[in-house]
Nanobody, 114 residues
Framework: VQLQAYGGGLVQPGGSLRLSCTTS????????MAWYRQTPGKQREYVAS???????DYDASVKGRFTISRDNAKNTVYLQMSSLKPEDTAVYYC?????????WGKGTLVTVSS
């Protein structure tokens, strides 16, 4: 199982960015997917998730600003981030579970700064 997140970068406050996470080694359409983020010295925190039937959930800190979606044909999950704030700065990771085991992709760094 491999997950690879990409699309991070430097963006000004109030800007937008779209992250992507491609997967392999799983039947993507059968898996719930999630995004987490982590800043130095802090625990990894939940951001958003999407189920196999596209039910979505968001942490309160990003609700209304971030949108998670998936493209089963491309084995990819997305995180559209808008109205970004400096506190959104973090390494973002995608996540799924297979057989009760958590899999994490290499993260992608998002920096929100002027």
């Amino acid at each position: 199982v491999q997950l690879q997140a990409y699309g991070g970068g430097l963006v000004q406050p109030g800007g937008s960015l779209r992250l992507s996470c491609t997967t392999s080694g799983i039947i993507f359409s059968n898996n719930n997917m999630a995004w987490y983020r982590q800043t130095p010295g802090k625990q990894r925190e939940y951001v958003a998730s999407i189920t196999t039937i596209r039910i979505t959930d968001y942490d309160a800190s990003v609700k209304g600003r971030f949108t998670i979606s998936r493209d089963n044909a491309k084995n990819t999950v997305y995180l559209q981030m808008s109205s970004l704030k400096p506190e959104d700065t973090a390494v973002y990771y995608c996540n799924t579970y297979v057989g009760g085991m958590a899999y994490w992709g290499k993260g992608t760094l998002v920096t929100v700064s002027s």
